[in-house]
């Protein structure tokens, strides 16, 4: 069913949660994980011009080396791992990698913004969630899980 999984990736330790999805599904599927890296330069344009563009770029490309190493040595044996570092608007670029004749399935992770902060600054993953062509699984790895349970959910109860 799947043979290549798109996994964004920005290197914190909450995304790896989102990876131990996709490790599983590519096990599963006996699929490539593309790990992808975007280097966001839009964020970057209102910097004075005297800032040297060269010293942020290849330091953004060095935590993008760091973060998709970190995936290949996250993978387990028997998963190949692709990794690009690319430039770009990341929901645009993801959608890109992922095109329907490129890759079957994205997941990536959700910090559960909500509110004004979501409003305010968007979400990445929604965006991606909106205009992929592809299959789009989003892991809640933010903070802000509901501290209530949901309808019909048994609370949890913590053993020590």
């Not at 942020?56 to 190949?80: D, F, K, N």
Request: aromatic share 4%; charged share 25%.
């Amino acid at each position: 069913m799947y043979d290549c999984i798109v996994v964004p990736t920005d290197g914190s330790p909450k995304g790896e949660r989102a990876l131990e999805y996709a490790f599983d599904l590519a096990l599963a599927h006996d699929a490539t994980i593309r790990a992808v890296y975007v280097v966001n330069a839009a964020g970057y344009g209102g910097l004075p011009m005297e800032t040297a563009w060269e010293g942020i770029s290849e330091a953004l490309r060095e935590e993008g080396r760091s973060a998709v190493e970190r995936v290949e040595e996250l993978a387990p044996e028997g998963v190949e791992v692709d990794t690009k570092i690319l430039d770009g608007s990341p929901s645009r670029v993801i959608v890109e990698e992922a095109g329907p004749d490129a890759c079957d399935l994205i997941v990536m992770g959700t910090h559960g913004r909500g509110g004004i902060d979501r409003l305010l600054l968007g979400s990445v993953t929604e965006r991606v969630v909106r205009c992929a062509e592809v299959p789009v699984l989003t892991v809640q790895v933010g903070t802000n899980a509901p501290e209530e349970p949901m309808e019909g959910e048994q609370p949890q109860v913590a053993v020590e």
